[in-house]
């Protein structure tokens, strides 16, 4: 049926408004879509040029040069060597099999070593260079580099790694550095990203981690352009990092050479220090071992083998080492008794070979006894009883005071690992650690270094030093950085009795130039090298009843590691002191027959500045002695020619 006009008329001004509205909606949504475009790329532009530069621009670190560590003449001790390795990029090298097969043709590549590589090329994206072999000599470098051209994604480098040229020498002071493990980042709160780049190299031990941030320098960084991958395309600029700081050591390269050599195949320890700045110019751990093994990362046999070893080359004795210090002891006992006005110099005191106190009998090493004896002969002949007497009479509160005022039981604040403070026991210390009272049994036995007290060869050479001066006297390690000399530590008098404390030293003066003296048989003849020290001989254990049935009644009968540990402290000159020395020998057994000589050699070569002299030393004694220094200027030697043999990172 045929629409009225009317209603036709009706539809089309409906479209006709519709129409309208909708092409309304349009021009405004395109209005909107216009206004939007054109603040996207007006107003926001420079945004975006931004966020698109980082989604192109990587910053990439650059490890800085590590710091150099130097002897206090300016011998390198610490320093960086040329490392030449290859490293391979899988996209651009292919099959990484092959790629490592056509490379063994050139430098020697073992069917595991091949393994291993391709391991740790397809553990990485394809574009990461991976370290295939590092520590090449000159002659497999370039013969890679000559044939680079028929081996795409294979390309020589070279960087830096840390080396030792005097090796063992110097591994417990100086230290070494190794890999950046999780264990080091977890100790960090907020690790720097430097500590993230692969391979980067911090210190383990010693002064390489000490000061570590001192050493390490600044990180430098690249600006490399990328593609939507990540893959690096151009190197648009580079700014270089700051190296490390120099650090320059008090210790003498010469001196701890010598002192090292001289300590032999013993497990034993030597400290040398310049008792009027307390620079330690020797720190002597033996035995030692190479550093060199660790930078790179030791392997497992190597490791095992420096572990399982009863003479713990990995252990710094100098200052992990906490050691009766027996006889050398006594001069603190002495002077406590003095300075308390308990005894004077001249006094006697009878010794039968033994004391009776607390229902027990304490006897003296020499069982005959040594009769009358007054401060010098006692410390000369190193009489027990004598000691025995004094500590009755001042306690162990003062014994434990005058230890304190010459240095024992006090850790010091030297760029070391696991510094120990020994222990200078008191009443309060055994009533919180052992829970139970102090008794004079202990102070009998504390009087002759025996007992609860423990030392360092470090303290014992400050203890020395102190003797020889009446000065706090603070070791020293670090004498200057980047050429700026550091600070000597305050040395405030001891306060000391004069009197007392020329009592002492006379008394150590006779220890090795009396002929009754202990040490008289390792003297020095020369009377401007001469030196005054005490020997010691510390119990570790005691020959049991069943022993002493069965014949034994020597130390030399027991196994080694239940022998006395020998010990010798000394200064000289005895006039001037300028050097003190601490010697001690594990289970070396007797200090005067031990100890002793080495400490003479030692504080010898220290004022000589070389060799000892042999003029310095008794007639009888100098073919023998000559023998032996010849052998040990043959181990001195040169430094240690960095590495050029190959390792896989």
Not at 128 to 150: H, S, Y
Not at 269 to 286: F, P
Not at 380 to 391: G, K, N, Q, R, T
């Amino acid at each position: 049926m045929k629409r009225p006009p009317k209603d036709n008329e009706d539809s089309a001004r409906v479209i006709s408004r519709r129409a309208m509205l909708m092409g309304g909606a349009q021009m405004v949504f395109a209005g909107a879509l216009v206004l939007r475009m054109r603040n996207l790329q007006l107003g926001q532009a420079e945004e975006f040029r931004l966020l698109a530069d980082e989604n192109r621009i990587n910053i990439r670190l650059l490890p800085p040069s590590r710091g150099l560590i130097v002897d206090r003449n300016g011998t390198l001790l610490a320093g960086n060597v040329q490392n030449y390795r290859i490293v391979l990029v899988r996209e651009d090298a292919g099959e990484p099999r092959a790629a490592l097969e056509r490379l063994a043709q050139l430098i020697p590549l073992s069917p595991d070593e091949i393994d291993r590589a391709e391991r740790e090329i397809m553990r990485h994206r394809p574009f990461v260079p991976v370290t295939i072999v590092d520590q090449l000599n000159w002659e497999e470098v370039a013969r890679v580099a000559a044939n680079a051209p028929a081996m795409p994604g294979i390309t020589p480098e070279v960087g830096f790694n840390r080396h030792y040229p005097f090796g063992a020498e110097f591994a417990h002071s100086v230290g070494y550095v190794g890999p950046v493990s999780e264990a080091d980042l977890a100790a960090r709160e907020t690790p720097e990203p430097l500590l993230m780049i692969p391979r980067f190299q911090i210190g383990k031990i010693g002064v390489e981690r000490e000061y570590e941030e001192t050493l390490r320098g600044t990180a430098g960084h690249r600006r490399v352009e990328v593609n939507a991958v990540g893959r690096e395309m151009r190197e648009l600029d580079r700014q270089e990092g700051d190296p490390g700081s120099t650090l320059q050591l008090t210790l003498d390269r010469q001196l701890q050479a010598f002192t090292l050599a001289r300590l032999g195949e013993d497990s034993a320890a030597a400290v040398v220090l310049e008792v009027q700045t307390g620079n330690v110019l020797a720190l002597a751990s033996a035995p030692s071992f190479d550093p060199n093994l660790f930078v790179r990362g030791i392997s497992v046999a190597d490791y095992g083998a420096l572990r399982d070893n009863d003479h713990r080359p990995m252990s710094n004795k100098t200052v992990q080492g906490a050691y009766p210090p027996g006889s050398t002891f006594k001069m603190v006992t002495a002077l406590a008794a003095f300075e308390a006005g308990l005894a004077t110099p001249d006094e006697r005191v009878y010794c039968p070979g033994y004391i009776e106190a607390a229902g027990r009998r304490f006897h003296c090493w020499n069982r005959g006894g040594h009769g009358r004896v007054n401060l010098t002969s006692a410390l000369s002949e190193s009489c027990d009883v004598f000691f025995y007497d004094m500590a009755q009479r001042v306690g162990i509160d003062r014994i434990n005071a005058m230890a304190e005022r010459l240095g024992l039981g006090i850790r010091y604040d030297l760029p070391l690992s696991g510094i120990s403070s020994g222990l200078n026991p008191s009443r309060e210390w055994k009533r919180e650690r052992r829970g139970a009272e102090w008794v004079v049994g202990d102070t009998i036995n504390a009087s002759i270094g025996q007992g609860y007290v423990l030392a360092t060869p470090l303290q014992l050479a400050v203890m020395t030093a102190r003797l020889a001066t009446n000065r706090a006297i603070l070791p020293r390690l670090i004498h200057a950085i980047d050429d700026i000399e550091q600070p000597i530590p305050d040395q405030p008098p001891l306060g000391l009795s004069a009197a007392a404390l020329a009592q002492v030293q006379r008394g150590m003066w006779e220890v090795s130039n009396a002929q009754r003296g202990t040490a008289y048989g390792s003297r020095i003849v020369d009377a401007n090298l001469r030196m005054a020290g005490k020997t010691g001989s510390s119990q570790v254990f005691s020959i049991t009843a069943a022993e002493r049935a069965a014949g034994v009644r020597r130390q030399d009968q027991l196994p080694w590691n239940r022998r006395d540990h020998a010990l010798f402290v000394c200064y000289a000159p005895d006039t001037d002191p300028r050097y003190a020395v601490s010697v001690v020998v594990e289970h070396g057994g007797g200090g005067s027959s031990v100890a002793a000589p080495i400490a003479r050699d030692i504080i010898l070569a220290a004022q000589s500045g070389g060799l000892p002299p042999i003029e310095a030393y008794p007639q009888p004694q100098r073919n023998r002695i000559e023998t032996m220094m010849r052998t040990i200027s043959e181990q001195i030697g040169p430094a240690v020619a960095p590495p050029t043999g190959r390792s896989r990172a």
